[in-house]
């Protein structure tokens, strides 16, 4: 992985089971007719579904990037360990690691296996550069982030439901499934330069306890860019443990 495509990696996620059960696809399709809902009982549902709630291993993501001419495929896995830590594995469609990093609410630390470079930023330096926090990780993968709205209602229409959210500049739409509580789609800008993003959740499944959506899209503006990932196999995380090791040879920069 060269550095340029670490930095887009790194760039997604700021923003951004082993068993032989099948899982079922979830129909998110419309519902009729128009009702109402308390928003913080909507909210509370939809957090009541949240994936990374509780100690968890996403065993297979593939990321395919696209920007321009630049058309870049990875394979992923990721260990969350139900408190404030997240260690993701990058790999290539060729199964070699790339890189491995580790996100918890202190530091980001990045290990380029294949560049020899340990990357090392403060979290929160890096949320206020780019105006998120550590818990929109958690909207990667289709989770609800914090949220905070004063309208006591919302509407559900035909099945869909919009809540905005502002604060200290940033802007999001989140739209919400009414049927199954979980998100279907999020817009709006974020970070100093007010960058536009949106994202869209398809194809939720149930598995293991967990409803997620298999196929996520995410548009960047500033970036250009078009990121797709695909993931499966959840299951709860039983060694809470994430080892994250560099080898003393590496050169070490510091993330601004």
Not at 70 to 79: C, G, Q, T, V, Y
Not at 190 to 211: A, M, T, V, W
Request: hydrophobic share 35%; charged share 30%; aromatic share 8%.
């Amino acid at each position: 992985m060269c550095r340029k495509e670490l930095n887009i990696v790194f760039i997604i996620i700021i923003i951004l089971h082993s068993s032989c059960q099948r899982y079922r696809l979830y129909d998110t399709g419309p519902a009729e007719g128009t009702y109402e809902i308390a928003t913080s009982k909507l909210v509370k549902s939809v957090r009541l579904n949240n994936v990374l709630d509780e100690p968890v291993a996403i065993n297979r993501i593939t990321i395919h990037y696209r920007k321009g001419e630049e058309n870049r495929k990875f394979r992923a896995n990721m260990k969350y360990n139900g408190r404030d830590s997240i260690l993701l594995s990058i790999r290539t469609i060729a199964g070699i690691e790339a890189a491995r990093v580790l996100i918890d609410k202190d530091a980001i630390k990045i290990s380029d296996k294949i560049n020899k470079v340990y990357y090392l930023g403060k979290t929160d330096r890096i949320g206020r550069r780019y105006g998120v926090e550590f818990a929109f990780i958690n909207m990667l993968f289709g989770d609800i982030a914090k949220l905070k709205n004063g309208e006591k209602s919302t509407q559900c229409i035909e099945g869909i439901a919009k809540i905005r959210e502002e604060e200290e500049g940033n802007t999001l739409e989140y739209t919400i499934d009414c049927n199954i509580k979980k998100l279907k789609a999020v817009e709006g800008r974020i970070g100093y330069e007010g960058e536009k993003i949106q994202g869209i959740f398809n194809e939720y499944r149930y598995e293991n306890g967990f409803l997620y959506p298999g196929k996520i899209e995410w548009r960047m503006e500033g970036e250009g860019a078009l990121i797709n990932l695909e993931m499966n196999n959840v299951k709860s995380l039983e060694r809470k443990n994430l080892i994250f090791r560099v080898n003393h040879d590496y050169e070490v920069k510091i993330i601004r």
